[in-house]
């Protein structure tokens, strides 16, 4: 599958004014510019799994490589007694040969039952990585989807570059002579010298090697800037977006629209080909919804969790509801039937106006919060009474390690809460650093959509109609959401913070019917390089 995005993009006309879209439309592809570390989620490309592998509970981490091909890291922590071998392999959706034979990942030492090693990603798109395990309690897998896209372009080491530059002048200056000597004295007895016809045809064919291995060398240096400029063309970028408010109806509407001309001609094979764009698999429904879409606003003051439906899969509309006036960067997950998945970047301003209207919800899963937060509390007071306690809170959290984000909910009189199944999870949660550069959807299995797992889990061989696999998946999808959820108090949620800052956690679940979120500051410093 081509990674390459396409430069040119589509404008999209809603009810307001053209010049306050264009304005819009500006800020939406500086935002995307931005924010070019990403694949899944914004500026936190790490794919993170906790679940079952047979027998076995894991907690998986893939550090991607950010370049295809490149190696991933991958760590897997299997608690209770190690097993006997731990083994990873890579698959991408659409292949059609044999896998190759699986990693073998070694025991770090000192730390009984984690294991990491390297793998070899050759593959950009859809991929998934298995995780095999192996031990006393039987053998079991584990199937973590990711998205292997190239976000950065290596820059050549300055030592390097200066020398393969000196051994460059060194082998011209080597040719040039090698040719003068052998055109001057190759047809000469031995121990004649050179005559002057000699020492002028010598000095011409020096001229002429010269000019010949200059033309050379111009030549690959553009073909080298052509080729360095498509790889920057291929470098990952999400789809063109664009959010807007519309007041002309009762009630303010929130539209969110794909407007990157690559997904809006995605059934139009022949622009497809005549502006070498990729060609998108159908959306699906992951927890239930088509799109999962947050509004956070820029001081992380106020959250909205939206799920819009669509008729043509690129305008989003759902009932806005009231948020405090501000400007909010808007983040939507959506999941392909490939499996590949992307969150799209944009922002919008919310008015005073539209913070004081009234809301009908378009969902009964959207939900939105704009509370205080306390600094530094662990524990916090939710909507219905009940108190939300981050018991993994540690005083110093530290970038690349283990967030330790496990909560538990108590009633008002302080017995355990039930927890009710939330979009077929026992909670979601948001994190967010303060510039906006990392934003993240985690669920109590990690940073995977369970639509991307069911993709490499459900598909059969013949599945290359579209929508053959899609229709599979969506009605897995629906039947998981039904699925009763264990009587519990407490969620945890497997991730560690990408680099230093000041985030925002927010923890949703939902009790006696009704969604309830708790807001937590999580400063993190610098530290651990490998998650635990």
Known sequence: MKLRRTEKRTSWTTGNSRRAHWMS???????????????????????????????????????????????????????????????????????????PPPEALVPVQGDAGFYSGKLWLMSGGSNSITVAVNGARGSGKAVVPVVNVPLRRADLDPRLGVTLSVLGVFLFAGLVTIIGAAVREGSLPPGSPPTPANR??????????????????????????????????????????????????????????????????????AWLRRHDANSFTPLVTDHGKLMHL??????????????????????????????????????????????????????????????????????????????????????????DGSTMTWTGAKNSIVAGGNAELRFVVRNAD??????????GMAGHAVVARDDGSVFVHLHPSGTVPMA???????????????????????????????????????????YAFPRAGNYRVWVQVKKAGKILTGAFDAPVVSGAKSAD
């Open 294 to 383: 947050f509004l956070i606003r820029e001081d992380l003051g106020a959250l909205a969790h939206l799920h819009p439906g669509s008729a043509d899969s690129v305008a989003f509309p759902s009932a806005f509801p009231p948020l405090p006036a501000g400007r909010y960067r808007v983040f939507a997950d959506i999941v392909h039937e490939s499996g590949y998945a992307q969150t799209l970047v944009t922002s919008v301003a919310v008015d005073s106006t539209s913070a004081a209207s009234p809301v009908s919800l378009s969902d009964p899963d959207d939900s939105w919060f704009s509370d205080p937060v306390q600094r530094g509390a662990r524990r916090v007071t939710l909507a």
């Open 452 to 494: 991307a797992q069911m993709t490499f889990e459900m598909r059969q061989p013949g599945d290359t109609v579209r929508g053959q696999l899609g229709e599979r998946i969506r009605a897995a999808d629906r039947s998981m959401m039904s699925v009763p959820l264990a009587t519990t108090s407490e969620v945890a949620f497997p």
């Open 25 to 99: 439309f500006s800020r939406a592809i500086g935002i995307s510019i931005l924010y070019l570390a990403l694949s899944g989620h914004v500026g936190s490309p790490d794919a993170w799994y906790e679940g079952n592998a047979g027998p076995y509970r894991v907690t998986v981490q893939v550090r991607m490589p950010g370049v295809v091909p490149g190696v991933a890291e991958i760590f897997v922590r299997v608690p209770g007694e190690p097993p006997q071998a731990v083994t990873v392999v890579a698959n991408k959706f659409d292949a059609t040969g044999a896998a």
């Open 414 to 423: 302080g017995t355990p809460a039930t927890l009710e199944r939330y979009m």
């Open 200 to 269: 002028v045809r010598a000095r011409r064919a020096m001229l002429a090697t010269s000019v010949v291995l200059a033309l050379i060398l111009f030549g690959g240096w553009r073909w080298w800037n052509s080729e360095d400029a498509r790889f920057r063309k291929f470098i990952f970028k999400p789809f063109a977006s664009l959010a807007v408010i519309e007041t002309a109806s009762p009630q303010p509407r929130f539209v969110f629209s794909i407007v990157d001309s690559t997904w809006v001609h995605r059934g139009d094979s």
